[in-house]
């Protein structure tokens, strides 16, 4: 790809944050930061930086606006909508999931996580590809 892939990713955790962009930036991501849910929220109404904007990683637990609610706002607007969103969460009952993937998430990384795990995450939801393929019979 000639380009760049953008990606946006909303994380109030700084330690998290700084992973996160710096295995993207590895792999050849360019990476928008947003420290929290108000910061996010700004980036969202910015019509230009989301037409460009190739997947979202999104904690749930942040302040002033939380992880679900810019879900929400994401799947609900026609211009991002398509966008596929990878929710961090230290949250790990069913219930927090379902909920989730009812309001649009795309795929879900517990955290503390690898950066095998995001890459993982990355493949299925951009690409449609796991890392071990089933032989079809």
């Known amino acids: 790809m000639s380009?760049?892939?953008k990606v946006l990713v909303v994380e109030d955790n700084p330690h998290t944050r700084f992973l996160v962009n710096a295995v993207l930036q590895a792999e050849g991501y360019s990476v928008i930061a947003a420290e929290d849910g108000r910061q996010a929220m700004e980036k969202l109404q910015d019509?230009?930086?989301?037409s460009e904007i190739s997947l979202i990683f999104l904690d749930i637990l942040m302040p002033h606006v939380n992880g679900l609610d810019i879900l929400s706002a994401v799947k609900?607007?026609?211009q991002t909508s398509s966008i596929p969103v990878i929710m961090l969460t230290t949250r790990d009952m069913a219930e927090d999931f379902i909920v989730g993937y009812n309001k649009g998430a795309d795929y879900y990384i517990p955290k503390p996580f690898t950066r095998q795990q995001l890459l993982y995450g990355i493949n299925m939801v951009l690409y449609g590809e796991e890392e071990e393929e089933q032989a079809h019979t």
């Open 3 to 5: 380009e760049k892939q």
């Open 76 to 78: 609900s607007t026609a």
């Open 47 to 50: 019509q230009n930086l989301m």
